[in-house]
């Protein structure tokens, strides 16, 4: 297909989402705004053989992540998305339209599980591998944007779901948080969030660099995902430095955090309590009673 | 550079524009709207060895043309550019961090002309050819969106400067008629319009399809770019046919018309009246007092 009939494709699958005052096929998409309301906007760029293998992992998987990995930030803002514009760039060949229409179908599917259309994009073949940029926009839920920034010392450090196991594949079929994002500003305040992407100890760091404080993470509180819990000695390990889990990961104040666990599961979502921000910066794992720093990059088992 | 060095580069290089709340380093950027105002969103791939051959432009100029070509966008949309998301992969080596460079300067050279700051992005390298994505948002005028959509019978064609001669590398460095657009809404009712990256003659049958009518093209008023106009027999081909221009055309009632072509030059802007739009949905070339149909890919002389 060329460009032309490509718009004309996406032009007959868009649902009119009622945001797009204007879709694809003009110069520029025009989006509707709300009044108060800020735009949330994010963007990410997967290339082939550096964040995934076509052969073994297909077009279609490919789509749903360059669309999940966006949806997982927005969530990360506590955000509802709203339009998406997609940038392709198509390896030349024989099966370059099956390539397409797989990529596309995945980001489809993808998106309207969360009634986000592509509103606009660009799409080229050429000499090189799969190409797939996907930029987002969004709103903030009722709380406003919720940043990496705002943890307290004292604060508790909650996650929204099990760690681990991106190894085994939940990278590419990961379902975003957009859902517990929202759900989560029902029931507390949250005061900085991020989506796990670089590992639990990575990302609460990232928390911590933001908010100019630092945290201590409780080994045995830490939920392990089924696909690593039997790997007894490296289970934590996983959970704390596989990237890629896109749990949420959020702070909230200790009287909030007691209310939130006393009250889930909320909606079938089921929360942990993993760590307490601290004064000093710096990242500690609190494992069989002692209390030791570590690095934020990848953790390195004592025995 | 790592990712963060590079978030770190961006932050410190990127004046703090008043519209971006959040810019680089969470996980979205937050971008202030405007009550009433919906977003203009426009967003282009440029990939090496299809639209640049990277050895012989350099890194700077590939930054420069691909934040241009989407302030051109919004230009079309008669728009004010406010933030822009680059998305990049770069060739892994030993020059790596000197392409970045290079390709970040010049897209905040020409974004910066525009007062145009980059609020996120996405960098990664691999083994591929440099892959450089940007997302623009922009607010349209006074006038709104304009769309390519909105000509009728009657109306003028008209076009910001002169034409052929991008391949004579005037589509590397061409500046986007963001000043143009905005100033035009000024003195007239600009009905529909669009940057010209087809061709003349395919841009303005762009107008016509988005508009449900033709238009016939009048030879001897089209100006022709000092680049090619000794060029002699194969000038006007390259007037109408060469891509890249980054001239606006745009339709105006015939009384608006001429009211524009009294006025010019308006702050510097000299405007053509190269065309009416016809009920007959298909263009035509009025050469030596002779209407004829021409196909809107490329023109091919009668002689």
């Given at each position: 297909m060329g460009e032309f009939e490509f718009i004309d494709w996406i032009r007959r699958q868009t649902p009119g989402a009622s945001r797009i005052?204007?879709?694809?096929?003009?110069?520029?998409?025009?989006?509707e705004t709300t009044a108060n309301r800020p735009m949330l906007v994010t963007t990410d760029m997967l290339l082939e053989g550096s964040?995934?293998?076509?052969?073994?992992?297909?077009?279609?998987?490919?789509?749903?992540?360059?669309?999940?990995?966006?949806?997982?930030?927005?969530?990360a803002m506590g955000g509802t998305p709203i339009a998406a514009f997609v940038s392709v760039g198509l390896p030349r060949g024989t099966n370059t339209s099956m390539i397409?229409?797989?990529?596309?179908?995945?980001?489809?599917?993808?998106?309207d599980a969360f009634s986000t259309s592509?509103?606009?994009?660009?799409?080229?073949?050429?000499?090189?591998g799969l190409v797939v940029n996907v930029t987002l926009m969004g709103e903030p839920g009722p709380q406003g944007p919720i940043l990496r920034k705002g943890a307290q010392p004292g604060?508790?450090?909650?996650?929204?779901?099990?760690?681990?196991?991106?190894i085994r594949g939940k990278h590419l079929d990961f379902t975003?948080?957009?859902?517990?994002?929202?759900?989560?500003?029902?029931?507390?305040?949250?005061?900085?969030?991020i989506d796990i992407s670089d590992g639990l100890a990575a990302d609460a760091f990232h928390l911590c660099e933001e908010s100019g404080?630092?945290?201590?993470?409780?080994?045995?509180?830490?939920?392990?995902?089924?696909?690593?819990r039997q790997m007894s000695g490296a289970a934590l390990e996983h959970a704390l430095s596989d990237g890629e889990d896109?749990?949420?990961?959020?702070?909230?104040?200790?009287?909030?955090?007691?209310?939130?666990?006393?009250?889930?599961?909320?909606?079938?979502?089921?929360?942990?309590?993993?760590?307490?921000?601290?004064?000093?910066?710096?990242?500690?794992?609190?494992?069989?009673?002692?209390?030791?720093?570590?690095?934020p990059r990848g953790y390195s088992h004592p025995f």
């Open positions: 005052a204007v879709g694809p096929g003009d110069d520029c998409a025009v989006i964040h995934f293998v076509l052969a073994e992992v297909g077009a279609e998987r490919v789509g749903r992540k360059a669309m999940a990995v966006n949806l997982s930030d927005i969530a397409a229409e797989d990529l596309y179908r995945g980001m489809r599917e993808m998106g592509i509103a606009g994009g660009d799409t080229n073949s050429w000499t090189g604060d508790w450090l909650m996650v929204t779901g099990p760690l681990g196991g991106s975003p948080r957009i859902r517990e994002g929202l759900l989560l500003q029902q029931h507390a305040t949250i005061k900085a969030m404080c630092g945290v201590v993470l409780f080994a045995d509180r830490i939920p392990i995902a089924e696909a690593v896109f749990e949420l990961a959020f702070a909230v104040e200790p009287g909030a955090g007691e209310k939130l666990m006393a009250t889930q599961p909320i909606q079938g979502i089921t929360l942990a309590h993993v760590g307490v921000f601290v004064e000093e910066k710096a990242l500690f794992l609190d494992e069989f009673g002692m209390r030791r720093r570590i690095e």
